[in-house]
């Protein structure tokens, strides 16, 4: 028997906060082709250059293929990335995904426009045979401890384990959608100030057949996994913090 | 040589040292943690040598593999595959089901029922074929009635 999901949704979530926390975030298609990763590039560039004109080889395109397919943790991370002003695309053979530009989240209209137009783009350039995955990631950063300040508590002999260095990951389940959250009180994020050490928290939302079809119903998952992670955050947040985030609602 | 390799990847943070992964046994393999009772069930189901083989389709066969240039392994195929899996029993003291990707993309599933003879299933991206020897029976069903396929076919 399932569960019922363990992190209570606020019933009224907010439109905006500031300080906004988010380091990234990316919507994420994984998927199977019939074309080989030689072609693959060309046939998406052709589709979005007049957006994404710069490209960028990722530090994993140097790593030969046949070590690459050896592995099957590198199977679904990106090998280059085209950049436009306000988002990358990262591209693998076996992944596409859509980022926001790092601490300059654009808020989620502007992703779902930028999703639409990128979804359609790559429907065109033809190389994705099946969908295998859809996932959305949002990274968060926190100055400090951020664990006093969530509804999440690690315990040891039935007490609280608190100021001790922690990282934390687990997988709830909500409808279809895998969650995957991790926080940690020992992290290091780069800004444009150089790196600042404190705590992340870092959440996942995926889901795979036969409920997903990039084409048929991407952008309503991407949206669904979403709500969902926004209203996990917001369920997860102790009221303290939540005041330094200063809310704005509808 | 590890060691001289660059960042697979740029993260969006990096723990500070006290928190990064020790270095694991060789011994140890961790899945992903959401494939955890997937990997346990292909375990229990097919036994090592079918969780090999599934691995192995997952992770290493690209399209245009072997002879015939066949096709990746589906996702649509693999999810009917640990769906039909969960839901079926095998009959114990014969050998475990045997799995083979096809040329199609599809994964396919063959053992013996009880009264010893051929039961064969494959889960393709469209639907599900099967043929049974006891009945003579064969035929195809969409993937969302491959648990009552599963409770026809289970010994």
């Known amino acids: 028997m399932s569960q019922p999901f363990p992190i209570p949704i606020p019933d009224r979530l907010p439109i905006r906060i500031a300080p906004c926390p988010i380091v990234e975030a990316i919507f994420e298609a994984r998927f199977v082709s019939p074309e080989s990763w030689a072609t693959m590039p060309g046939l998406l560039f052709a589709q979005i250059r007049e957006k994404y004109q710069e490209q960028k080889n990722l530090p994993l395109a140097l790593v030969p293929e046949e070590f690459r397919r050896q592995d099957p943790a590198l199977q679904h991370l990106p090998l280059l990335q085209f950049l436009s002003k306000d988002f990358l695309i990262q591209l693998g053979p076996r992944v ?4 926001t530009r790092p601490h300059a989240y654009p808020g989620w209209p502007a992703i779902r426009g930028e999703l639409l137009w990128v979804v359609e783009r790559v429907k065109k350039a033809g190389f994705i045979g099946e969908t295998e995955r859809l996932g959305v990631r949002y990274v968060d950063f926190f100055a400090g401890d951020v664990f006093p300040l969530l509804r999440l508590q690690l315990q040891a002999n039935e007490r609280p384990l608190l100021g001790a260095p922690t990282d934390v990951t687990t997988v709830l389940r909500h409808g279809a959608l895998a969650i995957r959250m991790r926080v940690s009180n020992g992290a290091i994020v780069a800004t444009a100030e150089g790196p600042k050490s404190g705590s992340v928290l870092d959440v996942e939302g995926s889901i795979g057949p036969p409920e997903v079809d990039l084409f048929q119903n991407g952008l309503a998952r991407f949206g669904e996994a979403h709500d969902t992670i926004k209203g996990l955050f917001f369920g997860l947040i102790k009221p303290e913090l939540l005041a330094r985030l200063n809310p704005v609602y509808e | 040589m590890i060691g001289a390799l660059p960042p697979l990847h740029p993260p969006a ?8 992964e020790l270095s694991e ?3 140890i393999r961790r899945p992903a943690p959401d494939e955890l009772a997937r990997e346990e069930l292909l375990l229990r189901k097919l036994g090592p040598r079918g969780w ?15 002879e015939h240039a066949g096709r990746v392994l589906s996702p649509m195929a693999l999810e009917a595959f640990f769906r039909f899996l969960a839901s079926t029993s095998f009959p114990t ?3 475990a089901p045997s799995v083979f990707l096809t040329d199609r993309g599809g994964v396919e599933l063959c053992w013996e029922n009880a009264a010893g003879r051929s039961v064969q299933v494959e889960f393709t991206r469209e ?3 099967f043929y049974d020897e006891t009945t003579g029976e064969e035929g195809v069903v969409g993937h969302d009635a491959s648990l009552e396929l599963s409770r026809r076919l289970s010994s």
């Open chain 2, 127 to 129: 639907g599900v074929e």
């Open chain 2, 93 to 95: 003291g014969k050998t």
């Open chain 2, 25 to 27: 046994p060789a011994s």
């Open chain 1, 96 to 99: 596409v995904s859509l980022v």
């Open chain 2, 52 to 66: 090999g083989r599934v691995h192995h389709f997952r992770n290493y066969y690209e399209s245009g593999w072997g």
């Open chain 2, 13 to 20: 943070y990096t723990l500070t040292e006290d928190l990064r």
